[in-house]
């Protein structure tokens, strides 16, 4: 069987590792699987792309397009150039696609004029929310999926929703989570952490990289404010996504609380959240790894495509007005929050689950 492997940006290289892995262990075996890597470029700060590579052990790509920046449909277009070229020669069984990125919705396209079959890893998740780039290229990859890979009961019931046969439905987990298990106690401590004098539970984490809070600077700064304002003078660690580089800086106004850090690697971001008492959010996945790692996550938008998170996990949904963090803030600080659960089969074996499954297919 060749297979594939389709990487673009930060969110992918977690859920690729573990099914690298897997492949390797049948491969060492002598069950005929291989497997190509190709990574889209679409991600392209350091942090973003290779130090994930170099931590989670994730072999060189074997093609890096090298797409880079640009527009929606730029990226998408040229994405889809250069991967048309490479199968052009070479034309793998299956073509393994991750999340919700440009990357997975343009190589699925290409692989499907191609004649070749595509396998979703996580598919079916949906937040119904159509200003949301990632929601688009949901809807567009699982339309034209062969094989459901799904990381809960709402994702299967999503896709039984569209019509889409039980028997494409596999219901695996999460291989972000299988990631986390594995690197749990492998976790970096930064630097800064010992300058800062950061003491374990007594600081917040927050990241914010949505258009509908960090676009606009009026938005932006209340967010800010409240948050500065009642956080009971614990430190927020905040990792500033490059989108939001730029308009924080045209804020004249000097925080006290809310300590301002580059872009972390893989293995320090998830020391911070493993050691803060609350993770304040606009990202879906990093609600998947708070629940697991049982860290209370307010999410700062009004939808999400992950609700065994707020359902069965540590997470609440907290909206796009800035003023719900006040509330939110005072039920973190009077240790009235929710302890949670760990959704099904978030154990750290989906990717076994996943090899398995596509080596009967």
Request: charged share 25%; glycine share 4%; hydrophobic share 40%.
């Amino acid at each position: 069987m060749k297979i594939d492997i389709i990487a673009g940006a930060r969110p992918n290289f977690m859920k690729i590792s573990p099914i690298i892995d897997e492949i390797r262990k049948y491969q060492s075996k002598g069950i005929s699987i291989e497997f190509r890597l190709i990574h889209t470029g679409q991600h392209y700060d350091e942090n973003m792309s290779d130090s994930f590579f170099k931590q989670l052990k994730i072999p060189n790509p074997d093609f890096n397009l090298g797409v880079g920046s640009g527009t929606q449909a730029e990226q998408t277009a040229e994405i889809m150039i250069k991967y048309e070229q490479l199968i052009i020669n070479y034309k793998p069984k299956i073509c393994l696609v991750v999340g919700d990125v440009n990357s997975t919705m343009a190589c699925s396209i290409v692989a499907k004029k191609m004649n070749i079959k595509v396998a979703h890893i996580e598919a079916g998740i949906r937040s119904n929310d159509l200003t949301m780039p990632e929601e688009i290229n949901r809807m567009v990859t699982d339309s034209i999926t062969d094989y459901f890979f799904t990381t809960s009961n709402y994702a299967n019931q999503n896709l039984l929703n569209l019509g889409v046969p039980k028997s494409k439905i596999f219901f695996v987990g999460n291989t972000m989570i299988d990631t986390l298990i594995k690197n749990y106690e492998n976790f970096i401590k930064p630097t800064f952490f010992i300058e800062m004098q950061l003491i374990p539970k007594k600081y917040l984490v927050l990241t914010m990289h949505r258009p509908a809070n960090v676009d606009q600077e009026n938005k932006l700064t209340k967010f800010l404010h409240i948050i500065e304002k009642n956080v009971r003078n614990n430190p927020v660690l905040f990792p500033v996504h490059p989108r939001t580089k730029n308009i924080i800086s045209k804020i004249e106004f000097k925080f006290k609380n809310i300590r301002f850090i580059q872009p972390l690697s893989y293995l320090e971001f998830n020391y911070i959240v493993k050691n803060s008492m609350c993770v304040i959010t606009d990202s879906g996945g990093i609600t998947e790894e708070t629940t697991v790692m049982k860290i209370p996550c307010m999410t700062l938008r009004d939808n999400t495509e992950r609700p065994e998170t707020i359902k069965e996990g540590t997470n609440e949904l907290i909206g796009t007005n800035p003023a719900n963090l006040i509330p939110a803030l005072k039920k973190l600080f009077n240790e009235r929050w929710k302890i949670g659960s760990i959704p099904e089969k978030w154990d750290g074996k989906t990717a076994q689950r996943i090899i398995e499954s596509l080596l009967q297919i």
